[in-house]
């Protein structure tokens, strides 16, 4: 199931660009086709294969240099008992470790998909990516250990792709709590210091605040999403968990402001349940057990677009819609936030207070990043109205364009 998700980036004649599709997971249909994919199944074995993230001569093709999601030597890191910012994980480290003589090649089916386009730091030359989960999907029985470098923000040297840091959000991830918000760059202001920073909105509802150069967290923000459960193993009866595998912030790109001193985040707030299943021995088929994590439907979801402060990690306002939000954000020198809807809304705020000041109807779903443009002198807003089968939202296949006028 390997593809290319992320649209390339050239840099310095080169082409670079990922693999997804590499976290091995069964994603079930609804049986109703105009609802969301049903429940993720999560099942032990050899499944998947490794990512990368690789660079190609822009005239030629030839492979200049590539950077595998999950090492040969190494991959079972520290065996973390707690996320690095010192969140416990539900671990039994000493099962683990006396497990791993029997998964030497689990590394081979390791996961980490790179899903969404690099952040790169022309002048220091690194570039930064997240990872996606590793294989298989919630089930960490066959893979034990950290499973470097899943789930985690990575720095490569751009010219080479030789690791300069990673920093691993959830080490053996169980939840699906893939880097999939793209990275963005900017100056923090950090205990009296401008800091040279990288940030990366989460699936597990927190903004990561790293020095681009070291690595070092400076600090993660206030949760922009409601937390319940997280970090927690399923159960028979099934644990209601949020942020899960949906997100916290999924593929949606941020937008910073640095004059306001602000990041405009897209979040989602829908619960799922995390159940563990067995299936009894029939015939020659033997007993199995796995997990499932399928989203509540019938329980409250929606979506809230979050300003934080570049600095100090803290919610400044927050704006609530009626369904989660899926694709992007764009904010502009002159206080506006724009982002759309599953509903076919795109929508203008005002940058200081999140209050809504302009808004447009589709009929489709707004589930794409908006971009700016200018023409002759006069500016432009376009944005995919596409919809999102994933999210159940109404599918078109229509880019609108609106021209900016002054007051």
Do not use: C
Not at 81 to 102: M, Y
Not at 230 to 249: A, C, D, H, K, R
């Amino acid at each position: 199931g390997a593809g290319i998700n992320m649209a390339p980036m050239v840099f310095d004649g080169k082409v670079i660009v990922g693999i997804t599709g590499v976290g091995y997971g069964l994603h079930l249909d609804s049986p109703d086709p105009d609802a969301p994919l049903g429940a993720v199944v999560g099942i032990a074995g050899n499944y998947g294969r490794r990512g990368f993230m690789a660079a190609y001569d822009a005239n030629t093709g030839t492979l200049a240099w590539k950077f595998d999601t999950v090492p040969e030597q190494g991959w079972e890191g520290e065996f973390r008992q707690t996320t690095p910012d010192g969140v416990t994980l539900p671990r039994n480290i000493e099962q683990e470790k006396a497990a791993a003589a029997q998964y030497p090649d689990a590394w081979k089916y390791g996961g980490g998909s790179a899903w969404s386009t690099p952040a790169i730091d022309r002048k220091n030359g690194i570039l930064y990516f997240g990872t996606g989960n590793p294989s298989p999907q919630m089930e960490g029985s066959s893979r034990p250990g950290d499973n470097l470098y899943t789930a985690s923000l990575v720095a490569l040297d751009v010219r080479t792709g030789k690791l300069k840091w990673h920093y691993q959000q959830v080490p053996h991830d169980m939840w699906g709590y893939d880097v999939a918000s793209p990275p963005v760059l900017f100056t923090s202001q950090h205990q009296g210091q401008a800091i040279e920073a990288v940030g990366q909105a989460g699936k597990t509802g927190w903004f990561y605040v790293h020095n681009r150069i070291t690595g070092e967290l400076l600090f993660k923000s206030e949760a922009f999403v409601p937390q319940h459960n997280m970090f927690t193993l399923p159960t028979e009866q099934g644990n209601v968990i949020y942020p899960g595998v949906i997100g916290g912030s999924n593929w949606s790109p941020v937008s910073v402001d640095e004059q306001r001193r602000m990041v405009f985040i897209a979040g989602i707030h829908w619960p799922v349940k995390y159940q563990l299943h067995a299936l009894k021995a029939k015939g020659n088929k033997p007993a199995l057990k796995y997990s499932s994590m399928s989203p509540i439907e019938d329980g409250e979801k929606y979506g809230l677009l979050s300003a934080i402060h570049l600095d100090t990690g803290k919610l400044v306002w927050q704006h609530k819609v009626n369904a989660p939000l899926i694709g992007g954000v764009l904010s502009t020198q002159t206080g506006l936030v724009f982002s759309g809807e599953g509903s076919g809304e795109f929508f203008a705020l005002d940058s200081n207070t999140g209050k809504r000041v302009w808004q447009h109807n589709n009929s489709a779903g707004v589930n794409a990043p908006p971009v700016a443009y200018e023409v002759s002198g006069k500016q432009f807003l376009a944005v995919a109205v596409g919809g999102n089968k994933l999210f159940g939202f109404k599918q078109g296949q229509t880019i609108k364009a609106w021209a900016l006028r002054a007051k």
